[in-house]
Structure formats: C-alpha cells, structure tokens
C-alpha cells in the first residue's frame, strides 16, 4: 500500500528550524501498530496520520504518535497536518477547517500568516516542590522562580511547569536521566510524563521540554500541547491576557517561535496558540 505524505516544518519562519513533522494522508487502513512503526521509522517528534477526510466540509480525523507513543493532542502535529491540508489538500486554500484528534474536535484557523488552534479547557493537577528537581538536575533552589506554583497542568497531553528565575538557569540546564525518569514515573498522572521549563522576562517568553523517550532524555524542538498548558497556567497565574511568543528550540539549533494568545474570564480559558510552517518535501511511503 503507497501513501501519499509532506514533511513541514512547524512554529518556524525558515526551513530547517522548528519542529520537523511528516504528515502521512490516506492512512485509514493502516492499523495503530502500523502507524507507531511508520512514525518510529520517520523518527520525528511526531507523526500525523489522516485517516478520514470530509473535503466538502473542511473537516479530517487524524491520529498523532511520537516514536513511542500515541498522542491524544498535540500542537505542532495539529499546527502542520493543517497547513498541509489547507494549502496541499482541500480546494481553495480555506481559512478555517476542523480536527478530530481523540480528546474531541478542535479548531483550526489561518489569519496573518499564521496557523491557530483552539485548546480544550485545562486540568490543574498537583503541585511539586523545588527541592525535587535539586535531586535530579543541575538546578538551585535560587534557580526557580518564587511566584508560582510547579504543576502538572493539561489540555489533553500533561506537563509539569517549572518556572525559572533568569535565562542563564534555563541555557544551562542538565537532567540526570535516570533519576528524571524515575521523577516522572512516580509523580505524574498519565502515561504521557514531560518537563516544561520557562523564563518569562517581561513580554519574553523562553522555554524548554524534555522527557524520557526509549530510554533516552529527549529535548523538543517546539511543544504546542505543552505551550497551551503553559498559557493557561500562566493566565490562571500571572495575567487574564496574554499576548506574546514563546521561543523554544534555540538549544538544540531548532529556533521555534510559538505565538500564544489568551484570556481567562470567569474561569473560561481562551487558550490559542498559532505558528507558520514551511513545506519541506512531498513522497509516497511504501506501507
């Protein structure tokens, strides 16, 4: 069986930086252990797989996998499987179409040259001490930032939010791996377990996300899902609005840019999160 897929690059304004994704179409006879070998084989942070479209009305039901895991929401998956169906699939370039991803439907719009999603609500689950992370990382209690809370937060993928107190605490950062991975497994809720680190400095917004993947500490070049989780942690913490860009990937030679704009109203999260994204390439895989 030939499948027809594009390979983007997302949250970035340039090839060759952002997060890289591979985008395969007609995939609704492939199996999920199909899907997990293709993706394992393609060896991106994600691989998206549209296993339903509706052209007419603009709608595609897609399944997302890292190379171990499937994904019930993910950003950057989400951010380029759209722009290759709004500018590579469906007639007419439209300026909103519809995901269906296993948390439910999401939607999706292009304005500005931009790509946004609309995040589900979040979950506010429990809250770490900063002692913690001195066990398994380079870090000092003077490290973290005092305000806010670290917490495990979701919008359909879970993350912990570490906030830091200066930049140089976030470029230099060092996890052991084991003892993160060990972290992870005994406190975090869901089969998915990551660390989203952050400064904010003023409007600057700088981040990283690591997790254990195949036994390997894995550093992400761009996290929507973790970027949404972070908007609405910050706006359940810091401010009602938001309006700036979230840059990750600078150490790892990916510079990614991942705009957020949000309001919280009686406890209502407006949470969206936009990015451009660049076409790479276009193949037939054989299945």
């Not at 492939?30 to 009305?57: C, G, H, P, W, Y």
């Not at 359909?156 to 791996?177: I, P, R, T």
């Not at 840059?247 to 510079?255: E, F, V």
Request: hydrophobic share 40%; glycine share 4%.
């Amino acid at each position: 069986m030939s499948l027809p897929f594009y390979i983007v690059d997302v949250f970035t304004d340039k090839k060759y930086a952002g997060n890289q994704l591979a985008v395969f179409l007609d995939a609704g006879n492939l199996s999920s252990d199909e899907m997990q070998q293709i993706a394992r084989e393609i060896n991106f942070a994600e691989s998206t797989f549209v296993t339903k479209l509706d052209k007419e009305n603009n709608k595609a039901e897609i399944k997302i996998f890292t190379p171990s895991q499937e994904m019930q929401f993910a950003g950057h998956p989400m951010i380029g499987t759209s722009w290759v169906l709004m500018n590579k699939v469906f007639d007419n370039s439209p300026e909103s179409i519809k995901l269906n991803v296993p948390i439910g439907p999401i939607s999706i719009h292009q304005s500005d040259n931009l790509i946004w999603l609309k995040a589900a609500q979040p979950k506010f689950w429990d809250t770490f001490s900063k002692q913690d992370f001195t066990f398994f990382s380079n870090l000092k209690v003077e490290d973290f930032e005092n305000q806010f809370p670290i917490q495990e937060v979701s919008t359909g993928s879970a993350f912990v939010m570490v906030g830091l107190s200066n930049k140089k605490a976030l470029e230099n950062l060092v996890l052991d791996k084991d003892q993160t991975d060990k972290w992870l497994k005994n406190n975090c809720k869901t089969a998915h377990r990551a660390l989203y680190f952050y400064y904010l400095e003023g409007s600057k917004l700088f981040s990283r996300m690591l997790c254990i993947e195949h036994n390997q500490l894995v550093e992400d070049a761009a996290t929507g899902s973790a970027s949404t989780c972070l908007q609405a942690y910050l706006l359940k913490n810091n401010t009602p609005q938001i309006d700036l860009i979230n840059y990750q990937g600078d150490y790892i030679n990916r510079p990614s840019q991942i705009h957020f704009k949000g309001k919280l109203t009686e406890n209502e999260f407006d949470i969206k999160i936009g990015g451009k994204a660049q076409f790479i390439a276009k193949g037939e895989w054989e299945a």
